[in-house]
């Protein structure tokens, strides 16, 4: 702890150096102050958000809801479709995979490596671990991804970074009312509402969305109920607060994995297991936080509070019946000025977050509670502390220097009395460290930017990785820190018709958190690879190709992902390549837009080589290439009229897959099939 005290007070100092009091600053140098932002004090623009953003030194990328609103955008998948460097699934319903440079590869379920953020206040539980259901694509109205150790802007410094979505307010909402109605495919019907206003110093908006789907495979039907609500008051100029409130309801069925040959013969088929147990996720989400914004001087303090109460009901293997609360505090600070005539941009900020979960667990009986196999207490805790500076030496090129200490606790408490676990027990397993940061941003021209960092990342276990059951017996296991370094470099701009977002990175990874087969007796969980090398490319490009064809614009789009993930001199696996993600991911579309609001996007996503299913690399999924078209028509009067049709020659492919250790010993039921040929039509009226 004394190194993490020691930086946490050389923070402490630089925030106090920042305050505008610089004696020792010549009066003739003019100082930069923060641009009064247009609208909102907690919330700016969306202009200046992407501004913001974009003055990062590393790989970033930003996403205005409006580039979605001509599609049925059910998930992430839907709204980070066109992002470079972001490997996103569909499963089934909202349950999916995100993994940014292999964040998360052996988790078969759910976030892991990836900080999930929602108006830049944390919307994972304490431990790390986290989920998409309460991402509402309709109620938002941009994303920020920071890949990577860029997430630091927000404290964040796992390996895959923090995906921030940020929900509109009423200074940013697209019109003071906006109504949609969606249907389609396997019975789905979605309607969202959204209304906001402004009453001189204060305002409100409140955005709703109802959705249910039968879905395209048996026992996969989903049902939810999500309410965003933000209300904002400005006291003066300098000083404005916001509360969030949210309420998420998730009815999830689910069809489970299963072998690749009914995968790709019986994609609509469920698996025996998840029919017999009647498995579902069924949650209960509320979340409150607020944020506090002062101008001080020619920076702003940003302070922001939150709490979320959260209840699961669980049935898989056993039904897991869960209740907890996470909470915390989170000062941050940001300013911009001149030290010794040269410009300066300072970032501080410090966090505590905890939260407690009362983890019981039951046998599965048709779904249903049987007898109680646990009765647990999970506790987690984190105190961080972290900066960012970026200093502008010369007039194009800015030294970016960073760093976050850290100390996190997990504390696990078995109270027993249960047949086969009678004695009470309990572990705790603390994590601290430094992450720091270097790099170099060097911008010619205004839109064009290159850029190279060093950033380390230190992915903390959560409990699922922690507490491990086997015959029907929980322990808690504790694993080591999944600690990496990784080199980037890249370019982003745009010129002329061509705008582009390229990145290459290497990651050298210790004690990687993965599923890892120590000897046959043990089944396949959770454990630490000794070495491991992360390495790829992301690219983005888009092309206007023509101007003014028959009244029109034709655009062509193109995403390629490449990644070489591999084991490095394993005792078992050697140089092998770690199982879960494909090599390469391309996604090329071609857009043509009428003057009139007539639109059309053919696209196609193609895998050529799917990724292996085993850490063996003996089993792997096939690749596939996905078409689909995008259609409709945006009116003057603020309707929109669009049909999304999706994997129009009915390919039945593999989706995604839950990696396992060696096809020959482990079940191979662990492919998910990708959704037949579906057609959805959607009405948005925004008034």
């Known amino acids: 702890m004394s190194r993490i005290k020691h930086v946490a007070c050389m ?202 789907a039968d879905g395209y ?26 509360f969030y409130l949210g309420a998420f309801i998730v009815d999830q069925q689910l069809p489970g994995s299963v072998s690749l040959n009914d995968a790709l013969r019986n994609p609509v088929g469920a698996a025996a297991p998840a029919l017999a147990g009647d498995q579902a996720r069924d949650s209960r989400t509320q979340r409150i936080a607020n944020k506090t914004s002062l101008k001080i001087g020619t920076g702003k303090l940003d302070f922001s509070t939150w709490a979320i109460h959260k209840n699961l009901f669980h049935p898989i293997f056993q039904v897991l019946d869960q209740d907890g609360w996470t909470y915390g505090v989170n000062p941050h600070y940001a300013n911009q000025f001149n030290v010794s005539g040269l410009r300066n941009e300072l970032l501080v900020g410090a966090r505590f977050f905890g939260g407690n979960t009362v983890a019981l667990q039951y046998t599965n009986v048709g779904g249903s509670r049987g007898a109680q196999q646990l009765n647990a207490r999970q506790d987690a805790t984190n105190y961080e502390a972290y900066f960012e500076n970026r200093l502008w030496f010369l007039d194009d090129v800015a030294l970016m220097t960073g760093a976050k200490a850290f100390h996190s606790g997990r504390n696990y408490r078995d109270l027993g009395g249960l047949p086969g676990n009678l004695a009470p027990k309990q572990d705790s397993k603390d994590y601290d460290g430094i992450n720091p940061k270097l790099g170099f941003l060097w ?25 491990q059951t086997t015959s029907a017996t929980t322990r808690f296991v504790p694993l080591k820190a999944q600690d990496g370094w990784t080199l980037e470099m890249g370019t982003r701009g745009k010129h002329g018709r061509l705008a582009w977002d390229a990145t290459m990175f290497r990651s050298w990874i210790s004690d990687e958190l993965m599923q890892f087969t120590v000897n046959p007796s043990i089944p396949a969980s959770t454990f630490n690879a000794k070495n491991t090398l992360h390495q790829g490319i992301e690219l983005g490009v888009r092309v206007d190709v023509a101007r003014d064809v028959m009244g029109g614009d034709v655009a062509f789009g193109q995403l390629w992902n490449y990644s070489d993930f591999r084991f490095q001199n394993d005792a078992q696996y050697g140089g092998n390549r770690i199982a879960g993600v494909p090599e390469h991911v391309l996604r090329s579309s071609l857009s043509y837009k009428h003057r009139s609001g007539f639109y059309a996007t053919p696209a196609v996503d193609w895998v050529p080589d799917g990724a292996f299913a085993d850490q063996k690399n003996t089993l792997k999924a096939p690749g596939y290439a996905v078409l689909g078209l995008q259609t409709g028509f945006q009116f003057e009067n603020g309707v929109l009229f669009y049909i999304d049709a999706r994997n129009l020659t009915n390919e039945n492919y593999v989706t995604d897959i839950s990696a396992i250790t060696d096809a020959s010993k482990a079940s191979t039921s662990v492919f998910y099939p990708g959704e037949g040929r579906a057609v959805f039509a959607g009405l948005r009226y925004a008034f």
């Open 443 to 467: 911008q010619p021209q205004k839109d064009i930017q290159a850029f190279i960092d060093v950033t380390r990342s230190r992915d903390v276990p959560d409990f699922t990785d922690l507490t």
């Open 11 to 212: 923070i402490a100092a630089a925030l106090l150096l920042s305050y505008p009091a610089y004696a020792g600053i010549p009066a003739n140098i003019p100082r930069i102050t923060i641009p009064a932002p247009r609208g909102s004090l907690t919330v700016p623009d969306v202009n200046t958000q992407e501004e913001a953003l974009n003055r990062n030194v590393g790989s970033v990328s930003f996403v205005d809801s409006e580039n979605y609103k001509t599609r049925y955008a059910h998930t992430l998948r839907d709204v980070l479709e066109d992002t470079p460097g972001v490997f996103v699934q569909n499963r089934y319903g909202q349950e999916m995979r995100v993994s940014v440079r292999g964040s998360g590869m052996a988790r078969g379920f759910h976030a892991r490596g990836i900080e999930i953020l929602q108006d830049g206040i944390p919307n994972t539980l304490a431990d790390g671990s986290g989920d998409f259901y309460q991402i509402d694509p309709l109620s938002l109205r941009s994303v920020e991804v920071y890949k990577g150790g860029n997430g630091l802007a927000f404290g964040s410094t796992t390996l895959g970074g923090a995906v921030n979505v940020v929900t509109p307010t009423a200074y940013t909402a697209v019109a003071p009312n906006v109504l949609r109605m969606e249907g389609g495919s396997f019975g789905t019907v979605r309607g969202n509402a959204q209304v906001s206003r402004i009453v001189g110093a204060a305002d409100f908006l409140v955005n709703g969305t109802v959705t249910n």
């Open 217 to 242: 495979r048996d026992h996969s039907r989903t049902q939810s109920e999500s309410v965003n609500a933000n209300i904002g008051y400005r006291f003066n100029q300098d000083v404005e607060t916001r």
